[in-house]
Structures are given as C-alpha cells and as structure tokens.
C-alpha cells in the first residue's frame, strides 16, 4: 500500500480533479452508461468552475490525495464532504484514479471527511452510488455505510437505479 497525502483542495487542483474523476468514472462506468454518456456527465458535473466553487464552500470539505511519483506530486484522488439542514451531511463525490484503486487514498480521505463533518455536529453521513456500481457499494459497504433507500436517475436518458447509503458518525 502506497502512502498518499490528504490535504484541503485548492483552486489550482480542479483540473487535476477532472482529470481523476474521467479516468474514475470511464473505469466504472464504461460498461453500464457507454463511454459518450460518461464524457457528458464528467464535462457537466466536473466543469471546472463549479469545481473552483465547490472548492470555496465555506459549509464543507474539499481534500485531494496525492501520491509521490518521479516527477513529483500528482492528485490521485479527492472526496468533497458537505454540511446539510438536519444532522445527515451529504457526500457528493469520492473518487480515485483507477491506477491507485485498493491502495487506501479513498479510505483516508473518506476517514478525514467523516471527521471533519463530525467536529461541525453531523451525525450521519449520507451518499448516493449507481446500484450497479460493484467498486463503489464495495467500497462503501467495507467502510460500515448500509442502503437505507433507493431511487432513479437518468444518465443520458437512460433509467438507473441507484442506492442510498448512510453511516452514523
């Protein structure tokens, strides 16, 4: 397992992020959405704007892992956690880059948003993952998250079917 650093993201990340969550999301996703819905999807919900302003928000946080390469330093991951209404904050994205999958980047930083979220009083965390997304319920089924609920979304307009998942900080 490599070691990889967390930190708080920072404007000058988000291309970095976008770059993770296109080769995250065509690793897993491809095979179910096809590879020009994921195209859409990532230039839509990864416009590097929204996430300059996600990265602002003063009601969450924002981390990237990075991992120490030749060349130097290189985000192989983030995770954006963010405070909501009532006592259940919500996790709008995790992802890491496929090449660093079972390295524990993603853990880490889910670790260090559940903290983060905790110390400002939430109490559970909430998160919405594709039913059909095997590496993701994988991963948040080991980090003690269970399906509380499901619904359906439409990804270029096609009906999926995805879970709601929560953990008790």
């Known amino acids: 397992m490599d070691d990889h650093t967390i930190r708080p993201a920072e404007t000058g990340d988000v291309a970095d992020?976008?770059?993770?969550?296109?080769?995250?999301?065509?690793?897993a996703y491809d095979d179910l959405l096809g590879p020009e819905p994921v195209e859409s999807v990532v230039d839509e919900w990864?416009?590097?704007?929204?996430?300059?302003?996600?990265?602002?928000?003063?009601?969450g946080v924002f981390l990237v892992a990075e991992s120490e390469e030749e060349n130097g330093s290189t985000v192989v991951g983030f995770a954006q956690g963010v405070l909501a209404e009532d006592e259940a904050a919500e996790l709008p994205r995790i992802y890491v880059h496929p090449d660093y999958w079972g390295?524990?980047?993603?853990s880490a930083m889910l670790e260090r948003v559940e903290s983060w979220l905790t110390d400002r009083?939430?109490?559970r965390?909430?998160?919405i993952v594709l039913a059909d997304n095997?590496?993701?319920n994988a991963f948040y089924e080991s980090n003690g998250y269970r399906?509380?609920?499901?619904?359906e979304s439409e990804f270029a307009g096609e009906t999926y079917a995805e879970y709601v998942r929560e953990k008790e900080l």
């Open 103 to 106: 390295e524990g980047a993603g």
């Open 134 to 136: 095997e590496v993701g």
């Open 147 to 151: 399906t509380v609920g499901s619904r």
């Open 121 to 123: 009083g939430a109490e």
């Open 17 to 27: 992020v976008r770059r993770v969550a296109r080769e995250s999301w065509h690793a």
């Open 125 to 127: 965390l909430r998160l």
């Open 46 to 59: 990864y416009d590097l704007n929204q996430l300059r302003r996600s990265v602002e928000r003063d009601d």
